[in-house]
């Protein structure tokens, strides 16, 4: 569902675009140029005011303060990184890759990939190849309903840990990003699962919420907004 709503969004914006330019090249090539990259603009603002955010209300963690200049450098990788997970990885390459279960077992253990919010499997599209020439299988998972309760994907989860652990004989290891971090702590909970995995490996996961969560409107959202009844 959220590769539909993103290529929808992303039509919507490019179409948006090449009107503006129609519309005002005639007039001025310039203005009809400066106008079409108004979305980019913005764009790069949102991203630059979460950084700034994140700045500041990180400035108690126990971990060493970065620096602006390593600040800004995330924010740009992160601009880059950002628009080909969104615009095209997720949109229109999420199911280009399938999950990898080999017939016979590798000897290595399986990884099960789980996303983070407003994501899907293509998220991890890089990761895919890599996984499969090392012999590890993988499923990569869908967290649906898309804003849903964070709760709804323990059984989503349960499934990948069973596909991976039947193709391997081998708890797996299960590598989480973001929201999909708390997904494995409600897969953990409800299904008691602690003895059938090897490791759970979190990135940026906002194990104590997070401070934009209270902004949002999705049920997933709220429940990580910071010292929220689900996270603490």
């Known amino acids: 569902m959220i590769a539909r709503w993103q290529r929808i969004l992303l039509l919507f914006i490019l179409l948006t675009m090449a009107a ?6 005639p007039h001025s090539p310039l203005r009809a140029v400066l106008g079409a990259l108004v979305p980019l603009c913005i764009y790069l603002v949102v991203m630059a005011v979460e950084f700034v955010l994140m700045h500041i209300t990180n400035h108690a963690d126990a971990a060493p303060r970065a620096r602006l200049s390593q600040v800004v450098g995330a924010w740009w990788a992160e601009v880059w990184v950002a628009l080909m997970v969104f615009c095209w990885r997720q949109p229109f390459r999420h199911d280009s890759v399938p999950d990898w279960l080999p017939a016979q077992p590798t000897g290595k253990r399986g990884v099960v990939l789980v996303h983070g919010f407003m994501c899907n499997r293509g998220l991890w599209l890089p990761w895919f190849a890599p996984l499969q020439a ?5 499923v990569a998972v869908n ?5 849903g309760s964070i709760d709804e994907y323990a059984d989503i989860i349960e499934d990948a840990v069973r596909q991976v652990t ?9 590598l989480c990003h973001s929201m999909g971090g708390l997904a494995v702590r409600a897969w953990l909970r409800a299904h008691q699962a602690d003895g059938r995995v090897h490791r759970v490996l979190t990135l ?6 997070t401070w934009l969560g209270r902004f949002s409107r999705a049920v997933n959202g709220r429940q ?5 009844d689900w996270v603490v």
Not at 143 to 147: D, G, K, S, T
Not at 204 to 209: A, L, S
């Open 20 to 25: 503006w330019l129609v519309w005002q090249w």
């Open 134 to 138: 090392r012999g590890h299988a993988y």
């Open 143 to 147: 967290l649906e309903p898309v804003m």
């Open 166 to 174: 039947a193709a391997t004989g081998q708890a797996p290891v299960l």
């Open 204 to 209: 940026g996961t906002p194990h104590g919420g």
């Open 224 to 228: 990580m907004s910071l010292a929220g």
